[in-house]
């Protein structure tokens, strides 16, 4: 059974810098790609980062190249979203995503503020 938890998510001042945390299981987590979206109210679900199962290859939105920064320990099952200089509109529910058979699969998301 494909299972993915996110954390990490806060509070954080206009500027801050964060890190998101998703685990997977159930799936062989090393030869797959990992992609991160966020949703916030009112808006359309976007995409915001996607790294290869190698981890050596990794693509963003203009939106947010140059300030976050998606990484993966695949001993650990674990891939990682470090965000830096937020902004307000980074205000959004983060998921971490993937694909197994032809099924998407998601976390239950985790809540990033960004104080203005």
């Known amino acids: 059974q494909v299972h993915l938890v996110e954390s990490g998510g806060d509070l954080v001042q206009l500027g801050g810098f964060l890190t998101l945390t998703c685990v997977g299981s159930?799936?062989?987590?090393?030869?797959?790609?990992m992609y991160w979206h966020r949703q916030a109210p009112g808006k359309e679900r976007e995409m915001v980062a996607v790294?290869?199962?190698?981890?050596?290859?990794?693509i963003y939105p203009s939106a947010v190249k140059d300030r976050f920064s998606v990484s993966r320990d695949n001993n650990a099952n674990t891939v990682y979203l470090q965000m830096n200089a937020l902004r307000s509109e980074d205000t959004a529910v983060y998921f971490c995503?993937?694909?197994?058979?032809?099924?998407?699969?998601w976390g239950q998301g985790t809540q990033v503020t960004v104080a203005s």
């Open positions: 995503n993937t694909w197994v058979d032809e099924q998407s699969f």
């Open positions: 159930g799936f062989d987590f090393s030869q797959t790609p």
């Open positions: 790294i290869v199962g190698t981890g050596d290859s990794t």
